[in-house]
């Protein structure tokens, strides 16, 4: 079983940047594909990004596309998002999650998929 644990959120202008980090522990980390979600007060859980098991495909939700990258390092055993031009919008509680198996969007989107998840961290983006 493995356990995630993020950091890397805080307060930042509208047009700021902030990483995120994920740290994997307790299970062979690149045996699982990767997910970022957020969830807005009184809104939904929602994807953010994907990640495969060796990094090579990636996926968004389009609200971030060209502002978020995700990457993966195993050998750290660390999942980030990188999220840039941060808009009031993106304020929400981060989550990574993790997942034996997705090859799709629809299958990296769901977040009912994913068994293994981290306590969250907050982003605040101000206007």
């Known amino acids: 079983q493995v356990q995630l644990v993020e950091s890397g959120g805080g307060l930042v202008q509208s047009g700021g940047s902030l990483r995120l980090s994920c740290a994997a522990s307790?299970?062979?980390?690149?045996?699982?594909?990767m997910g970022w979600f957020r969830q807005a007060p009184g809104k939904e859980r929602e994807f953010v990004s994907g990640?495969?098991?060796?990094?090579?495909?990636?996926y968004y939700t389009d609200s971030v596309k060209g502002r978020f990258t995700i990457s993966r390092d195993n050998a750290e055993n660390t999942v980030y998002l990188q999220m840039s031009s941060l808009k009031p919008e993106d304020t929400a509680v981060y989550y990574c999650?993790?997942?034996?198996?997705?090859?799709?969007?629809?299958?990296?989107?769901?977040?009912?998929?994913?068994?293994?998840w981290g306590q969250g961290t907050q982003v605040t983006v101000s206007s």
């Open positions: 990640i495969t098991w060796s990094g090579a495909s990636t």
């Open positions: 999650a993790a997942r034996g198996a997705a090859y799709s969007y629809s299958t990296f989107s769901s977040k009912n998929g994913y068994p293994y």
């Open positions: 307790g299970g062979t980390f690149n045996a699982y594909v």
